[in-house]
């Protein structure tokens, strides 16, 4: 394996390491009434709308050293939010054109003068790939986009039918081609989001080769997703590895480790009600919880 004079690999041609990073996030909490319900959704929707979304996702970008292509977002009636990003690691020509239509919007981050219509190609296959080639004509290069290179983060605000327990949870993927890994952003989503349950899981897919043809299929070491994350995080939470080292797969599961009613409540607190509902309350918002976490249901009495 060939290697410089700082001790990196020297590679040969593109980084073909695909690299992919799903976080989900959940919130939990209680509410008593229709309207504290309903509430509780309203708000949670306004706090992760399209718009702060699109700041976290782009701030995103910055950390895992990456370029914006574009950018699309989307509010939806009655709730919920989506947004995708396009991403390369090449510098491009930052020229933003908007559009929106309805509440849809996008901007794109490509001169249209860079632009070789003949070059973009749409494919659409069984496994919904899409390839844009675009020609940056200022270095006289093309960068290739793939659907593997990617962010993006879908919400999903849902409650119980039959009680007070309300559920929030976003979808974050990125996806990355190259050097650039998207393990380095991790910390800074827990930070955005503040999440009392999560769920992370990593792989890497493909392979690239040094200058003497040697397959690579890893380029960092790695033995768990929380050597990624702070020690003040870990400290916080109840963390379960699941890892399948020889196949690059990686995942952990975490939950918060002390539990206070009050962050739970949306519209009252403990102080509120009687010892004997605060202490049913505690009973149902833990069990979802461990639900959440554990991955099946359990009995009612649990």
Do not use: W
């Not at 039959?162 to 081609?177: P, W």
């Not at 918002?285 to 976490?293: C, G, S, T």
């Amino acid at each position: 394996m060939a290697r410089n004079e700082m001790g990196k690999i020297k590679l040969h041609g593109f980084n073909n390491l695909t690299k992919t990073l799903s976080f989900n996030m959940y919130d939990i909490c209680y509410t008593k009434t229709v309207f504290d319900r309903n509430a509780y959704i309203e708000y949670i929707d306004e706090r992760y709308n399209a718009e702060r979304l699109t700041r976290i996702l782009t701030r995103v970008t910055e950390i895992i050293g990456a370029n914006i292509l574009n950018i699309a977002s989307q509010d939806y009636d009655p709730q919920g939010a989506s947004v995708t990003l396009l991403i390369c690691e090449e510098p491009i020509n930052q020229s933003v054109n908007n559009e929106q239509k309805d509440s849809h919007k996008t901007k794109n981050y490509i001169d249209d003068k860079d632009i070789n219509n003949n070059a973009i190609i749409s494919e659409n296959n069984d496994e919904d790939k899409d390839i844009n080639v675009v020609k940056n004509t200022g270095k006289n290069s093309l960068v290739a986009h793939l659907d593997k290179s990617h962010i993006t983060v879908h919400t999903y605000p849902e409650y119980h039918p039959d009680g007070g327990v309300c559920t929030f949870r976003a979808d974050i993927d990125v996806s990355t081609c190259g050097k650039i890994s998207p393990l380095n952003a991790l910390n800074y989503l827990i930070d955005c989001f503040e999440p009392d349950i999560m769920t992370i899981d990593y792989r890497v897919r493909g392979f690239t080769r040094d200058i003497t043809g040697r397959k690579i299929f890893n380029d960092h070491k790695l033995s768990s997703i929380q050597n990624y994350i702070s020690s003040s995080v870990i400290a916080r939470y109840h963390m379960i590895d699941v890892n399948i080292y020889q196949e690059n797969i990686f995942h952990t599961k975490c939950k918060l480790r002390e539990f206070d009613l009050d962050n739970y409540l949306f519209g009252f607190s403990e102080k509120d009600i009687h010892p004997g509902e605060a202490k049913e309350i505690a009973r149902r918002l833990r069990k979802e919880m461990d639900e959440i976490f554990y991955g099946h249901n359990f009995s009612d009495d649990y």
